[in-house]
C-alpha cells in the first residue's frame, strides 16, 4: 500500500473515530479495562456492527487518552482494501514520525481483514497495549492463541442487552418494582426489544431497514465470499431456513435437501461459516455420553431477534420462538454453558457447571390449560434426572411460585429476568 495513501487514511480514521457518538455504556467495559493491567492483547470479537468500534471510544474515553497516545486503526475501511502484512512497519513509521508516546495503545478494529495480522500483533505486543476488535469466531481460536504464545485475553461482545437497550433508549428503570408506570414502560419497550432486537444502530436510529441491510452485508461479506458463486443460491436458502425454524432441531441432511447440494462436506463448512461469522450459533442435547451429544440433533438459534422477525419468513407472531431465542442470548452473554434436555418430555436450557448440571429453564410465552402439563412435565423431568430442587419457567408475563411433587417453580417474565440474575 502506498506509504502516503496509508498515512492519509490513518489520519481521516483519527477524525472519524473521535466522531463517533451516541455512545452507550456497555456492561463489562469496567472488567475489560481492569484487564489492561496484564499488558496481553485484549481480543475483542462480535457480530459485525454489535458495538466493537463503540466500545473501543468508550474505552479510549474511560482511559482519558489524549493525542498521541493511541492510534485507532480500521482495517474494514474501503480506504486500506490494499493493506497487507507488509505495510504493518508503515504503521510503526506513522507513529514515530508523529512522535506518538512511547507505550501507546493501540486499537485495532476488523483485524481479521488482513492476513498473517497476528504474527505482527507477536512481535510488537511488548511495547504498546493493544486492543483488537473481529467479527469472525476464529480470533479466538486455538492457532490464534498459539501464534501470539498463547499469550492473548478474549472476550466476546453482543448487540445491546435489554438493560443497555433501556438505557439508550432513555427508560428509567429504578424503583421498577415499585412504580407501576415504570413497569408499564419497560414492559412496552420489552415488546419492542423482543420483536426488533439489539443491534446499536437499529436501537439508536429505530429503522428496520438497517437491519435488513446488516444481514445482507454480514452474508455476503462474511459467508458467501468464502465459496463459489454456484453456491449464492443455496447459501441464501439454507440462511433463510435457519431465520425461519430458531429453536428448532436441525439436521444436515435437510439442508441437503432444501439446498440442491450433495456434497455433506460443502454444507459442514457452511454452518461452520455462519457460526465463525456469530450469525446463529448451535446447542447439543444434554447427555452424559460426549459421542451421542455430537450425534444427537442441534437445536438452532440467532444472534439478534431482529434476523428472524424482520427478515426471516413466517415469523411475524411466532412469539414463542423469539422469546425463547432472546432468553438463550442472554444465558450466552451470561457466559452460561447451555445445553436442551430430552427423554420423553423437553426442557428447552439446562445449565452446566463444572460436571454438574445446576439450573433448568423452561421459556413458554403464556402458560395455558392446553400448554401447562407439556410445560411443567419438561421442565420437572429436568428437575428429577439432575436432582435440582428448583427450576424456572420463563414466560411473557406471567409471575407465580409453584411447588410440584416437592419441587419449587418459579414463574418469570422475561424482562424481569433480564434486569437480574436468576
Known sequence: MDREKLY?????????????????SRKKTSEIIKLINLKLPIIITGIRRCGKSSLLKIIKNKLHLKNKEYLYI???????????????????????????????????????????????????????????????????????????TGRSINYHLFPFSFLEFLAARKINTKNY???????????????????EGGFPKKVIMDEKIIISELYGNILYRDIIRKFNKKLIKPIKEISLYLLSNISSNISLRTFLRISGIKNMGTIRNIINSFEDSFLFFFINKYDYSMKKQILNPKKNYCIDNGFPSIVGFKFSNDYGKLLENLVIIELKRRNDDIYYFKKSKECDFVIKKG?????????????????KKREIGGLLEAMKDFKLKQGFILTYDQEEEMKIE???????PVWKWLLKKL
Open 8 to 24: 492519509y487514511t490513518l489520519y481521516e480514521q483519527q477524525k472519524d473515530f473521535e466522531g463517533i457518538k451516541n455512545l452507550i
Open 74 to 148: 480500521d482495517f474494514n475501511d474501503d480506504r486500506m482494501i490494499d493493506f497487507t502484512i507488509n505495510d504493518f512497519q508503515k504503521i510503526i513509521d506513522f507513529m514515530n514520525e508523529n512522535e506518538y508516546k512511547k507505550k501507546c495503545y493501540l486499537f485495532l478494529d476488523e483485524i481479521q481483514e488482513v492476513d498473517k495480522w497476528e504474527k505482527w500483533v507477536n512481535r510488537i505486543k511488548e511495547k504498546y497495549y493493544i486492543f483488537i476488535t473481529g467479527s469472525n469466531s476464529k480470533l479466538s481460536s486455538e492457532e490464534i492463541s498459539t501464534t501470539l
Open 177 to 195: 418494582k415499585l412504580d407501576k408506570e415504570i413497569q408499564s414502560n419497560i414492559k412496552r419497550e420489552f415488546r419492542k426489544y423482543m420483536n
Open 355 to 371: 460436571m454438574k448440571i445446576i439450573k433448568a429453564i423452561q421459556v413458554c410465552y403464556k402458560l395455558n390449560e392446553t400448554n
Open 406 to 412: 416437592n419441587k419449587k417453580i418459579k414463574i418469570i
